[in-house]
């Protein structure tokens, strides 16, 4: 057995077959390999060379781009104005037709929406109806149309297509890039823009994500088929493959394709299969095509063995249609019993409007803007509203009633009880009672701290204040992450190797060629293991008796943060969180997320794996295997090489290692030394946050040299004080929790890590006089 994460791993960076370089050939640079993609590309000629602590990287040549070699070499260039012209035509066409087609789907009547599935509340947390978005998401569309037809026509090549290196910006839909300002802002931009001064649109709100590997679509575009894992595309495959074949059969005569049919099926049907381990024919009727006598016999039994099909097959239809007719039947009344009318607005009323872009680090922004006043109504339950007065958002807009509700000022919101959820900029802010709490910390963090600064600056106006309060607010957090959280997370080792470590001066690590941006396979995989890690149930303790008030069942507290309210809550779930074990990272999933997610009354939820899965597919993430190739580990060759009974389950339903999906993959993978998780992970995941950090020019310890907002080097002393468990005691309620565990990211029940009362000095603070500022 080759499955011990660490062990494996560390015995490959030391067994590598060439010598490595000591120093890199052509200007290289030593990177760990997951840094470099392009070295999986083939043809690359990329030598290995020395990191840090023994591990063995790669000379990189292309920085953090997969497609950099191909556009020194390969690209064709050859576009002409009529290309260009035609599949402008041929994507607008398409567009129009696309959308009169979504326009009969939503009048159909066979379209049921219940509002009361959790998929239903979980389309609402993701779907928006912002007129920019949805213009970038058409825009989008419109490009890919127009890259197909471009390929049609042999002006791009395979390679350009697939990882979008054609440099060619006269694309049916090219936004503007932003105007950066000329003065260069103290802070950081609200959307993100104009981080990179180079490259304004890296890391801002409403890109593209950034991917490691370029997507894996089966059919070439788009889409993902759904048949992985088991059937892996055979039939589409097989679809695809009788097309082409079809089309150029019949080359003479294209009218009369189907002519040919009977001789492709032939062949088809007589061709040895992998995946059932003979000929279709076989299968069907026990016996190989041998020769022509044979075959005409076989197509007469065939004949009979169709007939008896067909009227096996319509009794089986009529069935069909008659209980998907009652289900409809039941469904539709259900549908009209529970969806509850929306709420309707008269020209005048002033409402409030969801907002659905968000940017970094806004999580304490409100989810809903406004006032807005409806001008129009537009039908369907849509209305054109107007802003009022100067807040944040559009100026005109159109939303949709489920998306807006009355203008009430918050000190309304809050007294009219109506509601328990908390008033958070992400629209996550209510899935889950931990979050909310967490959610809560912050916010009074905020308030804290701006407290402190207008006391120690009264000429500030209120914008400063809120500004300096943000650009503080956000260095505590990235000093949180990457300081106490990530090297528990991914191990001192890795922290090394991607030089992640905050270090006592200022930062080094600026650079502008890196690209922020979330990559493809953090967002729908390496981070998703925390969802193995989520417990079933949350357990508020009892500290003076050692008994417990309740254990809470997860799918009790998604989107029902009402115990908030109740005035211990937050200390004693806060509490609950320092002594409740965290679940190990493994291929196992609390029910509570896999068949009860947010169910509400429904006696089922959603499978929070299932979703994970799928949403990798709609990415087009490539395999498991391929990632490993990419962090330099070796791939899996055969199921047996995992563990016994991950192999067994692995092998009823992928076909091969090759198959297997990256978040699954990296779920089976045996934590690294001093780390939660497995080596593709960590890889992955520490690739992110090198990004997040090198590509920021607002990192909270670059110098003034690089941050326009530096902090002088005394504040910064302060900022890297701050600890998780400096921000629960001073932002938790202190009725009960009056203590806390120095490290809180690990359990207080560890050796050395006991709990210490707030107050002791054991645990610093952060001195907010550093920030007494002479002038701004
Ligand atoms: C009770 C706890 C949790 C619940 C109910 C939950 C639920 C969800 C849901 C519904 C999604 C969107 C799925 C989709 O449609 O693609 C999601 C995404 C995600 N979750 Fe969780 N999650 C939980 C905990 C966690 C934890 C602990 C982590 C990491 C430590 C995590 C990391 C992520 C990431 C990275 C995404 C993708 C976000 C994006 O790119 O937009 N989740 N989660």
Redesign the pocket.
């Known amino acids: 057995h080759v499955y011990e994460g660490s062990a494996r791993e560390a015995s490959e960076h030391i067994h590598v077959q060439e010598r490595p370089c000591a120093v890199c050939p052509r200007g290289g640079k030593c990177v760990p390999k997951v840094k470099c993609p392009a070295h999986v590309r083939p043809g690359s000629l990329n030598p290995s060379c020395h990191l840090v602590l023994g591990h063995i990287g790669i000379c990189c040549f292309t920085g953090q781009k997969h497609s950099a070699q191909l556009e020194a070499t390969q690209r064709s260039g050859a576009i002409s104005i009529e290309d260009i012209k035609s599949s402008h035509d041929v994507s607008r066409q398409k567009m129009v037709q696309w959308i009169a087609n979504e326009k009969v789907l939503e009048r159909s009547a066979d379209t049921i929406i219940s509002s009361s599935a959790p998929s239903y509340g ?1 389309h609402l947390s ?1 779907v928006t109806y912002d007129k920019r978005v949805e213009g970038l998401g058409r825009g989008g569309l419109l490009n890919v149309f127009a890259a197909l037809e471009l390929k049609s026509r042999q002006a791009v090549s395979e390679d350009e297509l697939e990882l979008g290196a054609t440099g060619h910006t006269d694309g049916p839909f090219c936004p503007k890039p932003p105007q950066c300002p000329d003065t260069q802002s103290r802070y950081r931009s609200i959307d993100g823009e104009c981080n990179n001064l180079a490259n304004p649109t890296w890391g801002a709100v409403n890109t593209g994500f950034e991917r490691l590997l370029p997507p894996d679509y089966s059919d070439g575009r788009y889409c993902k088929d759904q048949g992985q894992p088991r059937g892996n595309g055979q039939v589409e495959r097989i679809h695809q493959i009788i097309i082409a074949v079809l089309s150029k059969l019949s080359a003479d005569d294209p009218t009369k394709w189907y002519r040919r049919v009977s001789v492709v099926q032939r062949y088809l049907i007589g061709t040895y299969q992998r995946s059932i381990g003979m000929t279709p024919f076989e299968l069907l009727f026990g016996t190989k095509i041998k020769d022509k006598d044979d075959d005409e016999l076989k197509k007469l039994i065939e004949e009979e063995e169709i007939q008896m099909f067909k009227e096996k097959r319509q009794e089986l239809r009529e069935k069909a249609k008659e209980s998907l007719l009652k289900i409809q039947e039941e469904n539709i009344k259900n549908y009209n019993r529970k969806r509850k009318e929306a709420t309707s607005y008269n020209v005048g009323d002033l409402v409030a409007i969801k907002k659905t872009q968000f940017s970094q680090g806004s999580k304490l922004f409100p989810t809903y803007l406004g006032p807005y006043e409806v001008l129009k109504n537009k039908g369907n339950d849509r209305y054109v509203v107007k802003k009022v007065g100067n807040t944040e958002g559009p100026i005109n807009t159109t939303s949709s009633a489920d998306f807006m509700k009355p203008w009430v000022t918050s000190e309304e919101n809050y007294s009219s009880g109506n509601s328990s959820f908390q008033f958070t900029g992400d629209s996550h802010g209510n ?2 009672i931990s979050l909310t709490a967490f959610h809560t910390l912050w916010s009074r963090e905020h308030n804290r701290v701006a407290q402190a600064l207008s006391r120690l600056n009264p000429h500030w106006d209120e914008d400063t204040v809120f500004m300096e309060t943000r650009r503080i607010l956000q260095a505590e957090f990235q000093h949180i992450i990457y300081n106490e959280w990530l090297p528990l997370l991914i191990g001192h080792q890795m922290m090394q190797l991607f030089n992640l470590s905050p270090s006592s001066e200022y930062s080094s690590s600026y650079d502008p060629t890196v690209n922020p941006s ?1 990559t493809a396979e953090f ?1 729908t995989a390496a ?5 193995s ?2 417990d079933g149930r949350i357990v508020i303790p009892n500290t003076k008796t050692g008994e417990v008030y309740e254990t809470i069942s ?1 799918p009790e507290v ?1 989107f029902q943060p009402s115990r908030m309210r109740l005035r211990h809550f937050l200390d004693r779930l806060l509490i609950g969180l320092t002594l409740q074990p965290m679940q190990s990272v493994d291929p196992f999933i609390s029910e509570g ?1 896999t068949s009860y ?1 947010f169910r509400g009354t429904n006696p089922y939820g959603l499978d ?1 794996a299932s ?2 899965i799928q ?1 990798g597919k709609d990415y087009g993430v490539r395999s498991y295997n391929s990632y490993r190739r990419l962090c330099g580990l070796q791939p899996f060759e055969s199921f047996e090489q995992f563990p016994q009974s991950a192999a067994k389950r692995l092998a009823s339903v992928y076909e091969s290692p090759e198959d297997i999906d990256l978040w699954v993959g990296g779920l089976l993978e045996a934590p690294m030394e001093e780390a939660v998780i497995g080596p593709t992970f960590a890889h992955i995941i520490a690739d992110q946050f090198y990004r997040l950090k090198a590509g920021d020019r607002y990192f909270y310890d670059n110098g003034p040299d690089i941050n326009p907002g530096a902090f002088t080097p005394s504040q910064l002393t302060e900022i890297k004080k701050v600890k998780l468990s400096r921000l629960i005691c001073d932002n938790s309620d202190g009725i009960e929790l009056v203590t806390q565990p120095v490290e809180a990211f690990l359990r207080a029940d560890l050796p050395g890590n006991e709990l210490v009362a707030c107050n002791s000095g054991r645990i610093p603070f952060m001195d907010l006089s550093r920030f007494k500022a002479l002038k701004i």
Do not use: A, D
């Not at 981070?527 to 969802?531: P, S």
């Open positions: 979980h993701m899935q889950f979330i967002s981070m998703r293991f925390g969802h890690i989520v997860i998604m997320l997610m929070l979703i994970n949403r």
